[in-house]
């Protein structure tokens, strides 16, 4: 708080208060910020592995990067409604989904049959589980993709090119069915 704007507060009545909840409001921000850090260094820490803290470490700042606090406490929280199992179902289903798409692009599938139409239904409806409506994250999260797709490919079991065309395959359904 600036000392122009403390001066202007005490000349208005009702000014000071306003700018105190404008600054306990501001306070609350950084706390659930630096409560979020806590929580991912917790996860971090977690882990046994010394190389699973730099990706962690590379992952984390990536987030940062794309998702605002907000959404970040979002995908947690759905996250954690869903509970481990379910996280880790989905994980599994995710998996066995990149196959799939990935097999129906080595094998010519057309983006406007009713086989890829299915599957990237199925893939949407595994994404829209984790993002809470309204909350932008899946438009966070597609440019995170865009933008860092080789880097994210790193940590997954398929190479960059293979889940691009995934992805561009998955568009291409999205566009055929309207």
């Known amino acids: 708080m600036s000392l122009e704007e ?34 991912q260094l917790t ?3 977690d ?20 998702f605002t606090p907000e959404q970040q406490d979002s995908l947690a929280a759905r996250r954690e409604a869903l509970g481990p199992e379910a996280v880790d179902a989905a994980k599994t289903r995710f998996r066995t989904l990149v196959d799939t798409l990935l097999a129906c692009v080595r094998n ?7 086989e890829a139409r299915d599957v990237v239904a199925e893939w949407d409806a595994l994404g829209a589980g984790f993002h809470a409506a309204g909350a932008g994250t899946e438009a966070a999260t597609r440019r995170m993709w ?12 398929w190479s960059a090119e293979d889940l691009r065309a995934v992805v561009a395959f998955a568009d291409a359904v999205r566009a055929a069915r309207g």
């Open 43 to 45: 996860r971090l820490l």
């Open 146 to 157: 865009d933008e860092n797709s080789e880097e994210i490919s790193a940590r997954m079991p």
């Open 108 to 114: 010519g599938v057309a983006p406007d049959s009713a």
């Open 47 to 66: 882990h046994d592995d010394p190389g699973d803290y730099l990706k962690a470490l590379e992952m984390m700042a990536m987030f940062d990067a794309y």
């Open 6 to 39: 403390i001066a202007t507060s005490l000349e208005a009545p009702g000014a000071m208060e306003t700018l105190l909840h404008a600054q306990l409001a501001i306070l609350s921000r950084r706390a659930a910020e630096l409560d979020a850090l806590k929580a």
